[in-house]
């Protein structure tokens, strides 16, 4: 068969010859071109796309923890769509939720455990052996070098009974006695300051707090970005709410507000200060709940006080008249919620900061109610799972390690020797890191972290990492930043290819389920722990712990009398029937027959976690930036997420070429005109950002969200850290990645290339 096609240019006939594939009238491709109803409610699909059941589980990129529902065809995912009932997304999703499936198919997924030879090559062994590598690696490292010379950095990543595992295996089994998660880069800092306000690491909010507000002020948060469905929920609330964001750039969330303060870098705990003044200044305090449900009000008050309204916004660069509008609009709302993220957390005061924001939720009596709260919006996926189960911060569940009770509950719990838990605390991250700078760590185990492209000045760790005698990585992907430095690296399934539970930012357990095949030889992180623990030689001690189920179980053991109790859950069948389930869900909430609310609040009856019930009003003096501008370095440079389809350090979502698609692949750098300007740069030029530890090499993009005299980068690009300053809030640990003083440089092509 051919056809005949006229060229009208020149009146000549051709022709063209279809494809034979084309020509069939049956055949694979006829059929797959086919649509019809799909089955389970998925819409119009063709043969090789039907699925012949669904079931759902929760995402894994973020801390919003939405609900997916997975379409299976012979028991494995070929596709999914966001679940219409689960009361955290509501039918929703973004980008990273649809492509969940897609990373798990990356070719530079880990299939195989490698081991690196005196020559400095990766090659491939087999999982008996990769044992034995990593045990007599880390015990001969504690014996040249003593039993605290070994030590892990682990993820919000990972399901907690595999937290769990690993905190237990690692402290308990190993002897090791220091460890960090990589929450410490985002959540650290909202820890500190709910347990020292509330007594306990306590969000207090649900997402219904959303539409429930009739303000909602964010500092250092841009949900339109960072946490898009959170933002879709705001936009369902039916109060037409104040929206007040505090932030230095004019963010996709400020622009979206109703007022946006846009302050000079770090001055937002004396703001918050003189807000703070003007609120008890304009009587807008609830005294009752003041009196019966706080301590320290009377010291709150006089330290605001010198926290004059006008000398504030001078030094912030505000108008007196903006934030008295936004006092007014705080202190006169019936229901206001405080919302904070990374940009103050990740503050060199950034505890201080997050407890004016609870501050002031406490003294307008904005706790407990439909719509109010101080609300922390957690970054990772697990990050609460890391904080409550994986030894790190806390003894298991949420213990502590100096008390001789806790330990002996604990031990009782997992039924191990009360001997076996330390009596102290780890060290920090930041302290592991100059451990391996001082010879004291020469063994470090890195599970589902890249903290060679995450950590504070980048350069320096990578260094570090190389005067290690041991580096083991497990890892999903083989090609992450850290695994190059790896002497051993441990192949684990990903999100979709094993089971357990996630905690999510309202406190939320959800389930997640094995709907997939690990590729090659990669096993859950779960197995990997298991098959350590027999080659370590404490299998015995873990005999318990035979799945993740089982170690659910024994997570409930260790809750029962904390602020954070899932003795009452079921199993993990009530968990996905519920939607989720909020914690505290006790033994004594389930004895009433009844199934747990989908929305559930902490501190409705004014009661905080302290031994007199309430909450603490906690004040500090206002520090100096510690790397201010100057005129070496003119600059303050910020830095936060850069678009919705980034996560982390793309070490996952660089692996969907859709997502990639939606962000430029080469750094970008926000500037204000008027600095261009006078630098002579144009936008779409290449210029040089240099700090006092190094440069990076950007693409100039001329806007307004900036303020003269600052710019910003997104932190997903590997370049970013190589500037970001190693300075630390005091009380959390948590590493100041938000500013530091940088110049810009136009790059010629030629010094470029």
């Known amino acids: ?55 759902t589980a929760t995402c894994g990129f973020c801390a919003t923890g939405c609900g997916l529902r997975l379409h299976l065809k012979d028991g494995e995912a070929i596709g999914l769509t966001p679940e219409t009932a689960y009361p955290v997304n509501l039918g929703m999703a973004c980008p990273k939720g649809w492509e969940a499936l897609r990373v798990l198919d990356s070719p530079e997924r880990a299939t ?35 039993p605290e010379s070994i030590a892990f950095l682990s993820t919000g990543q990972i399901a907690c009974e595999e937290m769990a595992f690993l905190g237990a295996l690692a402290r308990f089994g190993m002897d090791i006695r220091h460890c960090d998660g990589n ?16 007594g306990f690491d306590s969000p207090p909010y649900t997402y219904d707090d959303f539409e429930q507000s009739d303000c909602l002020v964010f500092i250092g948060a841009n949900p339109c970005v960072g946490h898009p469905i959170m933002w879709e929920r705001v936009l369902r609330n039916p109060n037409n709410p104040e929206i007040i964001v505090i932030d230095p750039r004019r963010t996709e969330t400020a622009a979206a507000a109703t007022q946006h303060l846009q302050l000079r870098p770090k001055n937002d705990l004396a703001l918050l200060y003189a807000i703070t003044n003007e609120l008890i200044v304009r009587d807008f305090v609830e005294h009752d709940f003041v009196q019966n449900h706080t301590q320290g009000f009377e010291e709150l008050r006089q330290h605001v006080s010198q926290y004059d309204l006008a000398t504030v916004c001078e030094e912030a660069g505000l108008a007196v008249e903006d934030v008295s509008a936004a006092v007014e609009a705080i202190g006169r709302g019936r229901a206001v919620s405080l919302w904070w993220t990374m940009g103050v957390n990740q503050s060199y ?27 922390s919006i957690t970054g990772q996926c697990n990050a609460m799972g890391s904080r409550l189960w994986s030894n790190t911060t806390n003894l298991f569940g949420h213990h502590s390690f100096t008390d001789e009770s806790d330990r002996q509950k604990v031990a009782e719990a997992l039924n191990i020797p009360v001997e076996k838990i330390p009596s102290t605390t780890s060290w920090k991250y930041d302290r592991i890191i100059e451990g391996i700078r001082n010879g004291e760590i020469k063994g470090l185990w890195v599970v589902a972290t890249n903290p060679a492209h995450s950590w504070i000045d980048q350069g320096d760790v990578r260094e570090l990492f190389d005067q290690l005698d041991f580096l083991v ?33 309202e406190r ?7 709907v997939r095949r690990a590729p090659g030889q990669a096993l859950a992180d779960f197995q990997i722990f298991r ?87 906690i004040v500090d003096d206002v520090s100096p930036m510690p ?39 080469q750094p970008y750098v926000e500037m204000h005109p008027r600095d261009a300007a006078e630098l002579d740069v144009e936008h779409g030029d290449l210029v040089r950002v240099r700090s006092r530890r190094g440069y990076a090499d950007a693409t100039a993009c001329l806007t307004h969200s900036v303020q003269p005299g600052q710019v910003f980068m997104p932190m997903h690009y590997e370049c970013t850290n190589q500037l970001t300053l190693s300075h630390f809030d005091p009380h959390s640990g948590q590493p100041s990645y938000k500013d530091c003083a940088v110049r810009i440089e136009p790059v010629l092509t030629s010094d470029h290339d």
């Not at 051709?14 to 819409?43: A, C, I, S, W, Y």
């Not at 201080?352 to 109010?372: E, K, M, V």
């Not at 799945?547 to 029962?560: C, L």
Request: hydrophobic share 35%; charged share 25%; aromatic share 8%.
């Open 627 to 665: 790397e201010p501008a100057d005129a070496d370095y003119p600059i303050v440079l910020l830095t936060g997420r850069g678009t919705v389809s980034q996560w982390h350090t793309q070490t996952r979502t660089r692996q969907s070429p859709l997502l990639r698609s939606l962000y430029p692949n």
């Open 531 to 617: 098959g350590i623990a027999h080659r370590w030689g404490v299998g015995e001690m873990f005999a318990e712990w035979t799945s993740p189920e089982a170690v659910f179980r024994i997570m409930q053991r260790a809750s029962r009398g904390q602020p954070s109790d899932i003795s009452g859950i079921e199993g993990y069948e009530q968990i996905d029937r519920c939607g989720g389930i909020q914690w505290p869900w006790s033994a004594d909430h389930a004895s009433g027959g009844f199934e747990p609310e989908q929305q559930r609040r902490l501190f409705a009856d004014g009661h905080f976690f302290h031994e007199d019930h309430r909450a603490r009003l």
């Open 508 to 514: 939320r357990y959800g389930l997640l389920k094995k």
């Open 112 to 146: 195989l455990p490698l081991l690196r030879d005196e020559a400095g090559k990766l090659s491939p062994i087999e999982w008996d052996d990769a044992f034995a590598k990593f045990c007599d690696g880390m015990k001969k490292v504690q014996a040249e070098h003593g």
């Open 1 to 55: 068969m051919s056809i005949s096609i006229k060229d009208n240019r020149n009146d000549a006939g051709r022709t063209f010859q279809l494809p034979t594939l084309l020509q069939r009238r049956t055949g694979p491709m006829t059929r797959e071109l086919v649509l019809r109803p799909g089955d389970h409610g998925l819409g119009m699909t063709h043969d090789s796309m039907a699925a012949d059941t669904t079931t």
């Open 473 to 505: 990585v497990q890892d999903m992907y083989k090609t992450t930043e850290t695994c190059s430095h790896a002497d051993l690296i441990l192949p684990s399934a990903g999100w979709g290819e094993k089971e357990g539970t996630f905690i999510n930012s």
């Open 183 to 198: 929450t410490r880069q985002c959540m650290a800092t909202a820890v500190t300051a709910y347990k020292e306000s509330f």
């Open 349 to 375: 005061q950034g505890t201080r900061t997050a407890q004016a924001i609870i501050n002031i939720a406490l003294i307008t009596g904005n706790i407990g109610r439909p719509g109010t709260g101080a609300n």
